[in-house]
């Protein structure tokens, strides 16, 4: 695991996280921004919600996340899904309680 991309993207999060998308108009959700901790430019998956547009490292998001932060690929699917299900006005404090979760298991 990864913990100092973790760190960064616990302690970043923006205060409002979109929903089912990577990254839209109306910001990000928390795979798009650990994207963007990942050092990604945000032109490889704006508008996208499965995968990474990237000539060496494309493919699936979650897969690509996985890969990245050294995470099992049960723990993406669960940030993605916890992002997606809990209240917009909530999301960023939900997601950022899960990641650090992960960090003290890690």
């Given at each position: 695991?990864?913990?100092g991309r973790l760190e960064r993207v616990r302690d970043t999060l923006p205060?409002?996280?979109?929903?089912?998308?990577l990254l839209g108009d109306g910001g990000f959700c928390v795979m798009?921004?650990?994207?963007?901790c990942a050092g990604y430019?945000?032109?490889?998956?704006?508008?996208?919600?499965l995968a990474?547009?990237?000539?060496?490292?494309?493919?699936?998001?979650i897969d690509f996340?996985?890969?990245e932060y050294?995470?099992?690929r049960d723990a993406v699917v669960h940030l993605a899904r916890l992002n997606d299900e809990t209240p917009i006005e909530?999301?960023?404090d939900v997601v950022r309680a899960a990641i650090a979760e992960l960090i003290d298991a890690g």
């Open positions: 695991m990864n913990l205060q409002r996280l979109n929903a089912g998308m798009g921004w650990m994207m963007v430019h945000e032109i490889t998956y704006y508008s996208s919600t990474i547009l990237h000539p060496q490292h494309g493919g699936s998001v996340l996985a890969r050294e995470l099992n909530q999301r960023t």
